[in-house]
């Protein structure tokens, strides 16, 4: 409904807990917000790895009866929103099979740019493939792997694919941990008392009440077993590119990406960007709850009240009955809902984390406009977005994005708004603290860290228009 890059995926890995399913399960539940298409855990009691997974939300897929039959002191879990490959159950995850090195069971967040490559590749040489996803392709070549040992087996599959990939594996009895050598997508290492905990952010630590120790580093496989955590390099140093879109949207604020506080790193978007587009108004409102961070700092830097103007129903869910009566803007106004008291007669500064094709943005504003305020200046708090990634979000075609093919003007006509400003690059790259070579940006530069062969760039924008949310359309 909302005009939103999806949210990708989130992985989380356990070893040594007496309740590892259960502890994946709430850590699962913490990373909801990386994908709601569906859920998955597998887990090991040391010499069976039992798998169960579902279509839907992870409070919906599993109960005390599903959680009981996954028994074991070790398990991983993954939350979806597909970016290669159908919306459907035989694309959840974790992935199991079983094959001559034994079962094992792999989670996936990120995506491989070389997939079809590969994939044409095994199938050529007899692969059956089950499911449309790419991270099937990392388990056909550690099946075809003739080395002895699980770890060596890993690694010689997971040198063969490119793009990004943060993955948690799981075998009878060990737990693997593997990044790309770019670090495109977080992945983080704690403990929870003799246990070890990986995931994809720090907030479903701090659920289990597990303790964060630091990050799975770019290019770094983690081995955790009986005998302890064992770090291999099988990966050349990579020049860094951490996705700085988990800083502006995708991250919880309450977490840690990349080694820094989302929260303080979207208030600094939000300060930085009032100093550099300031305008004369009465009140600042964000677009809940991704532009509330920023818009924070964006009142503090500018000395315009925050007032919470858009109030948000938490209680939609991917679908809904929508009246056959028009309603206009119903599909943003089942989600969002002005307040009139704080809007009327009001100058408002209306700021949010992205605009992707604009229709949502619009339609805010029009909504703003009707109840009744006197100006509408729409503040963003990352540049424009002018490229599709292919690094594991779902994003449009360039085509479809707005600020790919207006200008700065054109889009202020589309939304109708009094002035459109966006963040620059250099304002985002010194709220993240960081310098632009350890970040990838492609979506605003047009830059890919690690280049998709022009037939795989294709497949993955056909891939990406596969998997299109199953909402009604928006009036």
Same mark, same amino acid.
């Given at each position: 409904?909302?005009d939103?890059?999806?949210?990708e995926?989130?992985?989380f890995?356990i070893?040594?807990h007496?309740e590892?399913?259960?502890?994946?399960y709430?850590?699962?539940y913490?990373?909801?917000h990386?994908?709601?298409?569906s859920?998955g855990?597998a887990?090991?009691?040391?010499?069976?790895?039992r798998?169960?997974?579902?279509?839907g939300?992870v409070?919906d897929?599993?109960?005390?009866a599903?959680l009981?039959?996954?028994?074991?002191?070790l398990a991983?879990?993954?939350?979806r929103y597909?970016t290669?490959?159908?919306?459907r159950l035989?694309?959840?995850?974790p992935?199991?099979?079983?094959?001559?090195h034994?079962?094992?069971?792999?989670?996936h967040?990120?995506?491989?740019?070389?997939?079809?490559?590969?994939r044409?590749?095994l199938?050529?040489?007899?692969?059956?493939?089950?499911s449309s996803?790419?991270?099937?392709?990392?388990?056909h070549l550690?099946?075809?792997s003739?080395?002895r040992?699980c770890?060596?087996?890993?690694v010689?599959?997971?040198?063969?694919?490119?793009?990004?990939f943060?993955l948690v594996?799981l075998?009878?009895?060990?737990?693997?941990?593997?990044?790309d050598?770019h670090?495109?997508?977080p992945?983080?290492?704690?403990r929870?008392?003799?246990?070890?905990v990986v995931?994809s952010?720090t907030?479903a630590?701090?659920?289990i009440?597990?303790?964060?120790?630091?990050?799975?580093e770019?290019?770094e496989?983690?081995v955790i077993?009986?005998?302890?955590?064992?770090?291999?390099?099988?990966?050349a140093p990579?020049?860094?590119?951490?996705?700085?879109?988990?800083?502006v949207?995708f991250?919880?604020?309450d977490?840690?990406v990349?080694g820094r506080?989302?929260n303080?790193?979207?208030t600094?978007?939000?300060?930085i960007?009032?100093?550099?587009q300031?305008i004369?108004?009465?009140?600042v409102?964000p677009?809940?709850?991704?532009?509330?961070?920023?818009?924070m700092?964006f009142?503090?830097?500018?000395g315009v009240?925050?007032?919470?103007?858009?109030i948000?129903?938490h209680?939609?869910?991917?679908t809904?009955?929508q009246?056959?009566?028009?309603?206009?803007?119903?599909?943003?106004?089942?989600?969002?809902?002005?307040?009139?008291s704080?809007l009327?007669?009001r100058?408002?500064?209306?700021?949010?984390d992205?605009?992707?094709?604009g229709t949502?943005s619009?339609?805010i504003? !029009? /909504?703003?406009r %009707?109840? #009744?305020?006197?100006?509408?200046h729409?503040?963003i *708090? $990352?540049?424009?977005?002018?490229? +599709?990634?292919?690094?594991?979000?779902?994003?449009?075609?360039k085509?479809e994005?707005?600020?790919?093919?207006h200008?700065?003007?054109?889009?202020r006509?589309f939304?109708e708004a009094?002035?459109?400003a966006?963040?620059s690059?250099? !304002? /985002?790259?010194? %709220?993240? #603290?960081s310098e632009?070579?350890s970040?990838?940006? *492609? $979506?605003?530069?047009?830059?890919? +860290?690690?280049e998709?062969?022009?037939d795989?760039?294709?497949?993955?924008?056909?891939?990406l228009?596969?998997?299109k949310?199953k909402?009604?359309?928006?009036?």
């Open positions: 409904m909302l939103k890059f999806k949210d995926c989130g992985v890995g070893f040594g007496p590892a399913a259960n502890m994946t709430l850590g699962l913490a990373l909801q990386r994908g709601q298409e859920a855990i887990a090991s009691d040391g010499s069976r790895v798998v169960s997974r579902a279509m939300y409070a897929t599993f109960d005390s599903a009981s039959q996954l028994s074991g002191t991983i879990g993954h939350v597909s290669a490959g159908e919306s035989s694309n959840a995850q992935i199991l099979i079983d094959c001559a034994g079962q094992i069971a792999l989670c967040n990120g995506n491989l740019v070389n997939a079809r490559e590969l044409d590749e199938v050529r040489q007899g692969s059956i493939f089950q996803s790419d991270t099937e392709v990392i388990l550690y099946a075809r003739k080395a040992a770890e060596d087996a890993i010689e599959s997971v040198f063969q694919v490119q793009g990004a943060s594996m075998t009878r009895d060990r737990l693997v941990a593997v990044r050598p670090g495109f997508r992945l983080a290492l704690g929870l008392d003799n246990a070890y995931c952010e907030c630590m701090d659920l009440g597990a303790t964060y120790e630091r990050e799975v770019p290019g496989v983690l077993s009986d005998s302890g955590v064992r770090s291999l390099r099988p990966f990579a020049p860094l590119a951490h996705c700085v879109f988990e800083h949207y991250a919880r604020p977490s840690y990349f506080s989302v303080e790193v979207r600094n978007l939000g300060r960007l009032a100093r550099e300031p004369d108004a009465d009140v409102v677009v809940p709850d991704s532009g509330v961070c920023a818009a700092g009142a503090e830097e500018s009240p925050l007032r919470m103007g858009l948000r129903n209680y939609v869910g991917r809904f009955i009246p056959q009566a028009a309603i206009r803007h119903f599909g943003v106004k089942v989600k969002l809902n002005p307040v009139r704080i009327e007669g100058r408002v500064i209306l700021v949010d992205s605009i992707v094709r949502t619009r339609k504003v !029009g /909504m703003v %009707a109840a #009744g305020a006197k100006e509408v729409v503040r *708090s $990352c540049p424009p977005t002018i490229s +599709p990634c292919f690094y594991g979000v779902d994003t449009p075609s085509s994005l707005i600020a790919a093919t200008t700065i003007g054109e889009i006509e939304l009094d002035s459109v966006y963040l690059l250099e !304002g /985002m790259m010194s %709220a993240v #603290g632009k070579s970040y990838c940006s *492609s $979506c605003y530069t047009g830059y890919y +860290p690690v998709c062969p022009s795989e760039t294709r497949y993955l924008q056909l891939a228009k596969l998997d949310e909402e009604p359309v928006a009036n």
